[in-house]
């Protein structure tokens, strides 16, 4: 699947939650099916610091495809790189690259957007770019 | 003043608190980061804007007067409140932290290698790192009075730092994470008996307790009024005249000077030597009306209902299986931290907010503490008196229900 249709098929699927609540039960259980960071890569230099939270994030490039995996040590800040991970997992720096993240706003998600939330989600996203920045030298 | 006749009603005066968050009406527990404020200080800021603002200190026409006659009422209002002696003891600043910079800044020439200064294990962020830089200017050296598992600092081992190498001591009157109230007292007249001078850090205490800081007798006093009830971006130093006789100025500029030429420059009296520029004319003016306010609604009913509210969140808390008090002093204010076994503070904050709570999770600036208890953060839930026990009850069943969702 490409970028667009994980974001469409993913928008689809909040879209069927009337309330706060059952997105947030469902970011909970998306957190649970994260693609947990290998414990050697579960370092310093892979951390992104959020003023709250920890989310350590690691990329490997495989046949051409970037492989994100990920771990928090928040429950819901781990859903939502979840729901990054599943976004741009498995696709080339170039489309990782062109990829925009409004789905954020149609799943309701907009409030983690902000510069100043304290989950360091921009961080994160700014993050998986520089590594598709990285990788895109060692595609052929 | 206080326009609610009674005052199991105040909450009345603050219209912020009527509205909704997320559908649900708002119960605001983050106290200890910035109080709400009372219609009476809102229209204060407009009645400024509206009728007397204008440049202070140097105009001659009548706008000027009558604005620096406010600015100048409230500094004498905040002189008794706190009981110092002289009103020009009292320096308008941006809020507790620059104060604290202040004072930094102004022993940069008075301190040499290998002085030393105390702060505690309970800090702000605020009263370590310009002390920090303080060191890394002057090559003194930082020392820190360790505190128990209650959160409570340890006086014998705070009498074992004293020497005569100690030229500072710098401690909050009350911890912003844990709420315990310091034996300021005795530290003040611990650090005396060396010599040493002693700021304390009001900016938690002052929203709950009135100060004396003759009686105290610190060097200095440093709060903030946006804790208060006051406006945001303003605050105050308190400073025995000899200290800020003896300190030179913080920043040089308009106001602070007696005469300039390109020779030398002279610099004003107190309390103008420390304020260059064009201050926060409105927040010093406001900052009067909330201490006027909240003096009105009195400091014996504020310590006794935050006491109440103090005493039936804990024990309602308490019956939250689980769940972990992260400082238990004996002497506290109105705040409370916590944690839910198994629970990040930040996905129980991001729900509790979605059911209209607001509560503030983290490390609330002081990681030494975190590091202390081994914990990423806490839930802070800090009580003013305007809340009640309804709120409470909110928060407790907000925080059960986050813990169903989450475990």
């Given at each position: 699947m490409t970028i667009n249709e994980i974001q469409s098929e993913l928008v689809d699927e909040f879209s069927m939650f009337d309330d706060w609540m059952e997105r947030y039960e469902y970011m909970i259980e998306l957190g649970k099916s994260l693609p947990i960071i290998d414990s050697q890569y579960k370092k310093e230099e892979n951390l992104i610091k959020g003023c709250q939270s920890k989310v350590w994030l690691y990329a490997e490039l495989n046949n051409n495809k970037i492989v994100y995996t990920a771990d928090s040590d928040a429950i819901i800040t781990k859903g939502i790189v979840s729901i990054l991970i599943r976004t741009?997992?498995?696709?080339s720096p170039s489309e990782i690259l062109a990829a925009n993240t409004n789905f954020i706003d149609e799943i309701g998600?907009?409030?983690?957007?902000?510069?100043?939330?304290?989950?360091?989600l921009v961080s994160m996203i700014k993050q998986i770019k520089l590594y598709a920045v990285a990788f895109q030298t060692k595609v052929s | 003043m206080v326009l609610e006749k009674d005052l199991k009603n105040?909450?009345?005066?603050?219209?912020?608190?009527?509205q909704e968050v997320n559908g649900k009406p708002l119960v605001y527990l983050d106290n200890g980061a910035s109080s709400q404020k009372p219609q009476v200080v809102i229209d204060a800021i407009t009645k400024y804007y509206t009728e007397i603002n204008a440049n202070i200190?140097?105009?001659?026409h009548t706008l000027s007067q009558k604005a620096t006659d406010a600015y100048e009422a409230s500094r004498k209002k905040l002189q008794v409140h706190f009981n110092a002696?002289?009103?020009?003891?009292i320096l308008f600043t941006k809020g507790t932290t620059d104060g604290i910079n202040l004072v930094a800044s102004g022993f940069t020439t008075l301190l040499s290698k290998g002085d030393e200064i105390i702060v505690s294990h309970l800090e702000h962020h605020s009263n370590i790192v310009p002390w920090q830089m303080l060191c890394e200017r002057t090559g003194a050296v930082l020392k820190v009075i360790p505190m128990n598992n209650k959160g409570e600092l340890l006086m014998d081992e705070y009498d074992k730092l004293?020497?005569?190498?100690?030229?500072l001591v710098a401690v909050n009157h009350?911890?912003?994470?844990?709420?315990t109230i310091n034996p300021i007292k005795y530290i003040i007249d611990k650090a005396h008996e060396y010599d040493a001078v002693i700021l304390i850090d009001g900016a938690q205490a002052t929203p709950h307790i009135k100060p004396d800081v003759q009686a105290l007798n610190c060097d200095f006093y440093v709060c903030s009024a946006h804790k208060m009830c006051g406006p945001t971006g303003v605050g105050i130093l308190y400073g025995k005249e000899e200290w800020l006789n003896i300190m030179p100025p913080y920043q040089g500029g308009?106001?602070?000077?007696k005469e300039v030429t390109f020779e030398e420059t002279t610099y004003a009296c107190?309390?103008?030597?420390?304020?260059?520029?064009?201050?926060n004319i409105a927040g010093g003016i406001v900052f009067g009306v909330a201490i006027d306010y909240m003096n009105a609604v009195g400091f014996e009913y504020i310590q006794q209902q935050e006491d109440e509210l103090l005493a039936y969140a804990n024990q309602e808390l308490k019956k939250i299986q689980g769940l972990k008090l992260i400082g238990t002093a004996q002497e506290k204010v109105s705040v409370i931290s916590f944690n839910i076994e198994g629970c990040h503070p930040y996905d129980i904050g991001t729900i509790v907010d979605k059911l209209g709570v607001a509560v503030r999770t983290g490390h609330h600036c002081t990681q030494p503490i975190m590091q202390f208890f081994d914990i990423p953060g806490t839930i802070r839930a800090s009580f003013m008196f305007y809340n009640t026990k309804e709120d409470v009850d909110v928060l407790v069943s907000a925080v059960k229900k986050a813990k169903m969702m989450l475990l």
């Open positions: 741009f997992t498995n696709q998600l907009k409030e983690h957007l902000s510069p100043t939330r304290a989950n360091g | 105040v909450s009345k005066d603050f219209p912020i608190l009527k200190h140097r105009g001659v002696k002289h009103d020009f003891e004293l020497s005569d190498k100690t030229k009350v911890s912003n994470a844990l709420g308009g106001e602070m000077i107190l309390p103008h030597k420390f304020e260059a520029g064009t201050p």
